[in-house]
């Protein structure tokens, strides 16, 4: 699977971003996909998960200001940020994942498939 990521740049706290990423090469309705993000000096995270079902899972820090998405018809998957703060800044990453696709797998070893990274940064 190969995986574009777009939607990065430059926002206020406060105000809101969208994330896509666009898939490829393997049917994307059979792969779960995940948002990770990095800060500076910062190991990576997972921010939501979405399983094959549709099932979705957050972190705690996000949950209730992001939203994950996909559009199995578009090969996409959408990550719509609201509420944005400063800690949000960092390199956002979408992954793509064939094990276990039908369940929410949080770690970053399980996953594939790996995009660009598109950076966000919120100013105060």
């Known amino acids: 699977v190969q995986l574009q990521a777009s939607g990065g740049g430059l926002v206020q706290a406060g105000n809101s971003l969208k994330l896509s990423c666009a898939a490829s090469?393997?049917?994307?309705?059979?792969?779960?996909l995940g948002w990770f993000r990095q800060a500076p000096g910062k190991r990576r995270e997972l921010i939501a998960a979405v399983a094959t079902n549709g099932q979705t899972d957050y972190a705690e820090f996000v949950e209730g200001r992001f939203t994950i998405s996909r559009d199995n018809t578009e090969n996409t998957v959408y990550l719509q940020m609201n509420s944005l703060k400063p800690e949000d800044t960092a390199i956002y990453y979408c992954?793509?994942?064939?094990?276990?696709?039908?369940?929410?797998?949080?770690?970053?070893?399980?996953?594939?498939?790996w995009g660009q990274g598109a950076l966000v940064t919120v100013s105060s």
């Open positions: 090469g393997r049917t994307f309705s059979a792969v779960a």
């Open positions: 992954a793509a994942r064939t094990y276990y696709p039908y369940r929410i797998v949080r770690s970053e070893r399980f996953y594939d498939y």
